[in-house]
């Protein structure tokens, strides 16, 4: 869904990368090795149910270990081909956070830090220009500017949805703390999730708190929840109003807030699915550890054992953005609607360039039993 952070500073760079699309770099196709680990016994030796006198840390839940099918199942006719074929996975037990991130929570780690995130930073020309095809032109000075991606809706019906830049606009000094740019704050927003979070972002925030990321095995296990062959964690009703946070109304024009809201809600203000776990539909993309790689569901779905812990493509590539290094998003977010981007479904998955930040991709995190002495909570 999401190109490079470059892809929207400027148009002609846009064009630049369209242009490529379709263009193999045979120095940047990996092999597509899965780095997974084969069980080594069979599903009885996956840690279950929390051991006893283990404490759940604060603003987690305990998610029982076990089995699924990751990827799309047989009846969801909106499934992409990237979420095929669907293949069997093991994943042991772990805590996650009930809801996102929030700016309360992040607030805490930057003022006991210091950390500055990406979106706040000067841009390296000589780091962004390695993800361009040779010869981009450097943009003006006036538009390398800290700053961030912001959602604006069009004025007018929306007939060519690849291209992004008709409601993606970069936005000199958006960043978490200021979410729409100068003169906008997250003021009364304290319970609201964190937003313009690159990957590395996230990452310094869990080293932090003495937690990680998810694997996109453990989100989409999480998530599902006890419907492992559902559409949504719901079930397979696509009514949405009430259970998701997501747009209503033609995208990208006209939001009609049947659900509550245009743009991001409060953490928690639709119900949880059924291990307790917040938004795991809609309100903003999480990020996972898992790098984006278009082959990975094809290959890993060769292998005959069962895959314990999977952890994802070993390398990145994305036939359609050769030149990027994408991590996977889940969950989708407040933009993605039935007519355009139906990714609050379990098994969407989406692709975004570590260094980039959206007013519509935040994150949640986990520990697992080896991390417990850690963790902050």
């Given at each position: ?108 780690f930057v003022q006991e830090t210091g950390y500055i995130t990406t979106a706040e ?245 986990v520990v697992d039993l080896k991390m417990l002495s850690t963790a902050k909570n």
């Amino acid at each position: 869904m999401m190109d490079n952070r470059w892809m929207y500073i400027v148009l002609s760079v846009v064009f630049v990368v369209i242009s490529c699309k379709n263009k193999k770099d045979a120095n940047l196709v990996s092999e597509n090795k899965s780095d997974a680990t084969k069980a080594p016994s069979p599903e009885t030796s996956l840690i279950k149910q929390l051991p006893k006198g283990i404490k759940t840390p604060k603003g987690m839940v305990w998610i029982t270990g076990g089995t699924f099918y990751q990827g799309a199942v047989p009846k969801d006719t909106m499934a992409m081909n990237h979420e095929k074929p669907r293949h069997k996975v093991a994943v042991d037990g772990f805590f996650m956070d009930t809801t996102e991130i929030t700016n309360k929570q992040f607030a805490k780690f930057v003022q006991e830090t210091g950390y500055i995130t990406t979106a706040e930073k000067e841009i390296d020309w000589d780091e962004m220009k390695k993800q361009l095809p040779e010869g981009t032109p450097r943009p003006h000075d006036s538009i390398m500017q800290p700053g961030s991606l912001v959602f604006t809706k069009t004025n007018i019906s929306v007939s060519n949805f690849q291209d992004y830049s008709q409601w993606w606009k970069w936005t000199i000094n958006a960043n978490w703390k200021h979410p729409y740019g100068p003169g906008s704050s997250i003021q009364n927003k304290e319970n609201y999730p964190v937003i313009h979070i690159a990957h590395e972002d996230a990452e310094a925030y869990c080293k932090w708190a003495g937690r990680r990321l998810p694997t996109e095995a453990e989100w989409e296990y999480a998530a599902r929840g006890v419907n492992k062959n559902s559409i949504f964690f719901w079930g397979d009703d696509g009514q949405l109003k009430d259970k998701a946070n997501t747009w209503t109304g033609e995208f990208p024009v006209t939001n009609d807030k049947a659900d509550g809201y245009e743009r991001q809600a409060a953490v928690g203000s639709y119900p949880p699915n059924s291990f307790g776990l917040y938004d795991m539909s809609g309100n903003v993309w999480e990020w996972t550890s898992d790098w984006y790689n278009t082959e990975y569901y094809k290959e890993v779905s060769t292998v005959k054992d069962l895959i314990l812990n999977p952890k994802g493509a070993t390398e990145p590539y994305n036939a359609a953005n050769p030149y990027a290094r994408e991590i996977i998003i889940k969950g989708g977010s407040f933009l993605c609607s039935v007519s355009y981007c139906a990714s609050y479904r379990l098994s969407a998955r989406m692709s975004s360039s570590h260094d980039s930040s959206t007013d519509h991709l935040g994150f949640r995190t986990v520990v697992d039993l080896k991390m417990l002495s850690t963790a902050k909570n």
